[in-house]
C-alpha cells in the first residue's frame, strides 16, 4: 500500500457545489496532516492543517480527520472556479520523521 | 511572493553542463528542503537541513550536490545530469524539522536536461 494515496481526478463539481477531496495513509502513527492547493505551473501552497479527529473549519475549507480509518478530507464550499487546482494530501509517517505527499487531485470547478 | 525565492525560475541545460539553483527564504524559518516534483508523481523529498546542518539525504544521485552556508540560504549543485532530471524543482522551509509545521514553498525552477 502506498504511504499517501489519493484519487487523481479530475474531479469535476459545479460552481457553487460542495467539493469533497479524500486522502488515505498507511502510517497508524502520523500525526500531522496537510492539505496544499497547487495550480498549474505554480508551487504548492499551505491551505489546511489538521492533528485531531474531528473537522477544523477555516472560511469555506474544511478538513476532516479520522484516524482509526486513517483517513483525511478535505471539503470545499461554494466552490468557485478558482477553487480549480490540484490539491495535495501530505502526511507525517512516524517512522522516518518525514513528510509524505501524495500525487495529488486535480479538481475542475464548473462555470 | 511566499518569502521563499528560488533562482533562476527556468533552467536548460546539457548533460555535461555545471550549474546551481538558489533558494533564500526570509521567514526566520531554522528548516529547508529541496523536493523534485515530476509530472504524474508525488513530491520527491531531496534532501533536508536543519540549522545548516544536513539531516536527510534520500538516495539522491551524487549529480546532484546541496549546501546549505546558512539558515536563509540552500543551494542544489548540478553536474552531469540526465534527460530523466528534468523536472521542477522546489524549495522549501518551514520553522523547524518537527511533524507539527508545514512547509513554505518557493515558485520553483523548471529544470529541463537536453
Known amino acids: 500500500q502506498k504511504e499517501v494515496e489519493q484519487n487523481s481526478g479530475p474531479l469535476s463539481v459545479p460552481e457553487g457545489a460542495i467539493a469533497s477531496l479524500n486522502c488515505t495513509y498507511s502510517d497508524r502513527g502520523s500525526q500531522s496532516f496537510f492539505w496544499y492547493r497547487q495550480y498549474s505551473g505554480k508551487s504548492p501552497e499551505l491551505i489546511m492543517s489538521?492533528?485531531?479527529?474531528g473537522d477544523k473549519e477555516d472560511g469555506r475549507f474544511t478538513a476532516q480527520l479520522n484516524k482509526a480509518s486513517q483517513y483525511v478530507s478535505l471539503l470545499i464550499r461554494d466552490s468557485q472556479p478558482s477553487d480549480s487546482a490540484t490539491y495535495l494530501c501530505a502526511v507525517n509517517i512516524r517512522k522516518d520523521d518525514k513528510i509524505i505527499f501524495g500525487k495529488g487531485t486535480r479538481l475542475h470547478i464548473l462555470p | 511572493e511566499t518569502g521563499v525565492t528560488q533562482t533562476p525560475r527556468h533552467l536548460v541545460m546539457g548533460m555535461t553542463n555545471k550549474k546551481s539553483l538558489k533558494c533564500e527564504q526570509h521567514?526566520?524559518?531554522?528548516?529547508m528542503y529541496w523536493y523534485k516534483q515530476s509530472a504524474k508523481k508525488p513530491l520527491e523529498l531531496m534532501f533536508v537541513?536543519?540549522?545548516?546542518?544536513?539531516?536527510e539525504n534520500n538516495s539522491v544521485p551524487s549529480r546532484f550536490s546541496p549546501e546549505c552556508p546558512n539558515s536563509s540560504h540552500l543551494f542544489l549543485h548540478l553536474h552531469t545530469l540526465q534527460p530523466e532530471d528534468s523536472a521542477l524543482y522546489l524549495c522549501a522551509s518551514s520553522p523547524e524539522t518537527t511533524e507539527y509545521y508545514g512547509y513554505t514553498f518557493g515558485s520553483g525552477t523548471r529544470l529541463t536536461v537536453v
Open positions: 489538521i492533528y485531531s479527529n
Open positions: 537541513y536543519s540549522l545548516e546542518e544536513r539531516v
Open positions: 521567514l526566520g524559518h531554522n528548516a
